[in-house]
C-alpha cells in the first residue's frame, strides 16, 4: 500500500476516486464546492434529490463526467460541522474507507483530510487516515479456503493537502502506517487459533519482525532456561501441557546504551482452558485471545522498529499454553516464583498473574526507566469498565498519567483503578508469601496487588486489556489495542 500527499486544486487531481467531504448542514466544504462547481451543481443536485445526505458515514460513488479529472467521486457524509472531532472524523474516515475497499478501483485521492477537525492538527487527520485505512482493509484469511476475493484492490492512497502542510502530512502518514501495520500484526496473532498460535509461533513472529531491523535483537528462553532461573511461577503454569513454553526477550535499540529502556511486557497465554480449575465451556474459544498482551508487545516492536524510533525498549513475552492433565498444577500447591517469594496457587485459572511474576522479576536486570504490562487478566475488568477503556493501575502517578492521556489523544482510552496497601491483605495466605486469588472483590484490583509484589521499586503499570483487546459476537476478533495508547507514549517522547 502506498500512501502519499496530493497537492494541487481538488478539480485537477487525476486519480480513479475523490473522496469528498459533505456536512449534514451548510455550505459546501471547499473541495466539494470546487467540484460541484466545475460540474455545474452535480453534488448540490444529489443532495437535493436526497441520494446522498450529509449523515456520518453516508457514502455515494458517482461519475462526474469530463470537467473534472478525477474518474469518479466518493461523497461521504460527515455530519454536523460543528461536532467534528476526532471520533467523528475516525467513523467518517473508516465509512470511507469501507466504501472504497468494496469498490474494484486501484487508487484514491481523499479530500476530507483538507477539513479541520477538532483536536486534530494535519499532522494528526493523516496519521488516523493511514491508521484507520490499514485497520478497515485488515481481513482475516489465514484458516479460510475462500477469502481472496474479499482482499481490497486499492494499492494507492492520497492526501489532498496544501502544499506549505506536505511536510507534516507526510509525518502523520508514516507514524498512521506503521501504527496500523503494527495493529495489524497483532490482530492476526490474536485471531489464529490456539493450535497454529502456540509459544513456539509467537516466537517465530518475534523472530519474522527482528528480521525487518537490524536495531532488534530476540532471545529466546526456553523451559530448561526458566528452571535455572527459577521461574517456578511461570512453569506451574505450563506443567499441563504438552507444547513447551518460551520466555521472548526482544531487544531494541535505537539510542545511546546509557539511555534506559522502556520496558513492555505482554502476557502470552496462547489458551487459557483455566488449568484443573477448569472454566466452564462457552466462549471458552475466547480463550484463544488470552495472547493479546504478547501480541501488543509484537505489534509496538514492529511498529517501533519501522519508523525507526530514538529510543531503547526491551520487550519481555512469557508465553504458554494452560492445560488440565495429570502433570497440571493443582489448586493448593505451593510455588516459588523467581523473585523467591512463595505462591499458594488456589486457583489455576489465575494464570496469568503468575507467568506475568516471573517475567517482571526477569525484567528488572535490563534496568527499565518504567514497566508497562498488557495481560488479558480479569474478567473483573469487563465488568468494571466494559469494552471501551481498558484497566490502568501502576505504582507511579506521574507515569499512570502520562499514559491516561496518550490513550486519550490517541482514542484508546484506559480508567485508572486504585492500589491501597489495604488490597493487599485480600492476597494473605497461610502456607504461602501470597496467594494468586484474592476473593470475590475488587478482582482487578488484586490481580495487579499481585503484580505489583514483584516490579520491586521501578516505576510500573499495568493494563488490563481484557476487555479491549478483542470484540466478542458477530464482530468476533481482535482489535490490536492498546497498541495506539502505548505508541502515542512512545512518540510523544514521555518516554
Ligand atoms: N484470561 C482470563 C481473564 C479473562 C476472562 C479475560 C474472560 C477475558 C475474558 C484470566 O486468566 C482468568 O481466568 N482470570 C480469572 C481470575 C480469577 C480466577 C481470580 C477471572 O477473571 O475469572
Ligand atoms: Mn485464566
Ligand atoms: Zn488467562
Known amino acids: 500500500m502506498r500512501f502519499d500527499v496530493k497537492t494541487g486544486a481538488a478539480t485537477k487531481l487525476k486519480t480513479v476516486c475523490l473522496i469528498l467531504p459533505i456536512y449534514s448542514s451548510g455550505p459546501l466544504p471547499a473541495a466539494t464546492r470546487a467540484v460541484d462547481a466545475a460540474t455545474g451543481g452535480l453534488v448540490t443536485d444529489l443532495i437535493d434529490c436526497g441520494d446522498i445526505s450529509g449523515k456520518v458515514g453516508s457514502t455515494l460513488l458517482v461519475r462526474p463526467g469530463k470537467s473534472v479529472a478525477s474518474e469518479r467521486i466518493l461523497l461521504v457524509g460527515c455530519g454536523e460541522k460543528a461536532g467534528f472531532d476526532r471520533k ?17 478501483h486501484k487508487s484514491a485521492i481523499s479530500c476530507i483530510h483538507l477539513e479541520a477537525v477538532k483536536g486534530a492538527d494535519v499532522s494528526r487527520r493523516a496519521r488516523i487516515a493511514a491508521e484507520v485505512w490499514q485497520h478497515a482493509t485488515y481481513r482475516y484469511t489465514t484458516t479460510k479456503a475462500s477469502a481472496a476475493e474479499t482482499a481490497p484492490k486499492i494499492k494507492s492512497l492520497g492526501l489532498a493537502a496544501t502544499a506549505g502542510k506536505a511536510a507534516d502530512v507526510r509525518k502523520g502518514l508514516k507514524q498512521g502506517r506503521a501504527i496500523g501495520a503494527g495493529m495489524n500484526v497483532s490482530r492476526e496473532l490474536g485471531n489464529l487459533p490456539a493450535n497454529i498460535c502456540t509459544p513456539s509461533h509467537l516466537v517465530s513472529a518475534a523472530r519474522g519482525i527482528a528480521k525487518s531491523s537490524p536495531d532488534l535483537r530476540v532471545e529466546i528462553l526456553s523451559e530448561a532456561n526458566m528452571e535455572k532461573l527459577g521461574m517456578g511461577a511461570l512453569l506451574s503454569v505450563t506443567a499441563g501441557t504438552q507444547e513447551p513454553a518460551k520466555l521472548i526477550v526482544m531487544q531494541y535499540s535505537g539510542a545511546a546504551k546509557s539511555k534506559a529502556p522502556v520496558a513492555l511486557v505482554g502476557k502470552g497465554v496462547t489458551f487459557d482452558s483455566g488449568g484443573i480449575s477448569l472454566k466452564p465451556g462457552a466462549a471458552m474459544d475466547e480463550m484463544k485471545f488470552d495472547m493479546c498482551g504478547a501480541a501488543t508487545v509484537l505489534g509496538c516492536m514492529h511498529a517501533i522498529a ?37 505462591i499458594e496457587v488456589l486457583n489455576t485459572d489465575a494464570e496469568g498473574r503468575l507467568i506475568l511474576s516471573d517475567a517482571l522479576t526477569y525484567v528488572q536486570k535490563f534496568k527499565p526507566r518504567v514497566i508497562i504490562d498488557m495481560a488479558t487478566l480479569t474478567g473483573a475488568c469487563i465488568v468494571a469498565l466494559g469494552k471501551h477503556r481498558s484497566g490502568l493501575l501502576s505504582n507511579s502517578d506521574k507515569l499512570a498519567n502520562a499514559l491516561l492521556k496518550a490513550g486519550d489523544h490517541a482514542d484508546d482510552p484506559a480508567w485508572r483503578l486504585p492500589l491501597d496497601a489495604e488490597y493487599r491483605e485480600l492476597l494473605k495466605s497461610n502456607f504461602a508469601d501470597l496467594a ?15 503484580l505489583s509484589e514483584f516490579v520491586g521499586d521501578c516505576d510500573w503499570a499495568h ?29 510523544t517522547g514521555s518516554a
Open 88 to 104: 467523528q472524523y475516525r467513523k467518517v474516515m473508516r465509512a470511507a474507507f469501507t466504501a472504497l475497499s468494496k469498490t474494484k
Open 463 to 491: 493494563l488490563d486489556i481484557a476487555g479491549t483487546a478483542w470484540w466478542s459476537g458477530s464482530r468476533k476478533g481482535s482489535t490490536g489495542r492498546p497498541i495506539p495508547l502505548l505508541m502515542e507514549y512512545l512518540l
Open 306 to 342: 519501522s519508523l525507526g524510533l530514538k529510543i531503547n525498549v526491551v520487550g519481555v513475552i512469557p508465553a504458554c499454553e494452560n492445560l488440565p492433565s495429570s502433570n497440571a498444577t493443582k489448586p493448593g500447591d505451593v510455588v516459588t516464583s523467581m523473585s523467591g517469594k512463595t
Open 436 to 450: 494468586n486469588i484474592g476473593g470475590r472483590e475488587a478482582g482487578t484490583i488484586t490481580a495487579a496487588c499481585f
